[in-house]
C-alpha cells in the first residue's frame, strides 16, 4: 500500500509552498498570520498545546489486534 505514505509527502509540499511565498514577501496573508505568531505569545502558546496535544494522540492511541 505505497499510496499510505502521500499524506505527509503533500503535507511537506503544502507546508514547503507556504514557506517559500513567506520568505519572498509574495503572499500577504501568509506575512500577516506569521507576524501574529511572533509577536502573541498566547498564540504560540495555544499552538503548542494543540501540537503536543495531536502528537500525544498519536503516541499513545491504541489499536485493536
Do not use: C, D, Q
Request: charged fraction near 15%; hydrophobic fraction near 50%.
Amino acid at each position: 500500500m505505497p499510496w499510505i505514505r502521500i499524506s505527509p509527502y503533500i503535507m511537506g509540499i503544502f507546508y514547503g509552498l507556504i514557506f517559500k511565498s513567506y520568505k519572498e514577501g509574495k503572499n500577504p496573508l501568509v506575512s500577516k498570520i506569521a507576524y501574529i505568531i511572533k509577536t502573541k505569545v498566547s498564540v504560540r502558546i495555544i499552538m503548542y498545546l494543540i501540537g503536543i496535544t495531536f502528537t500525544s494522540t498519536v503516541v499513545f492511541m491504541t489499536y485493536p489486534l
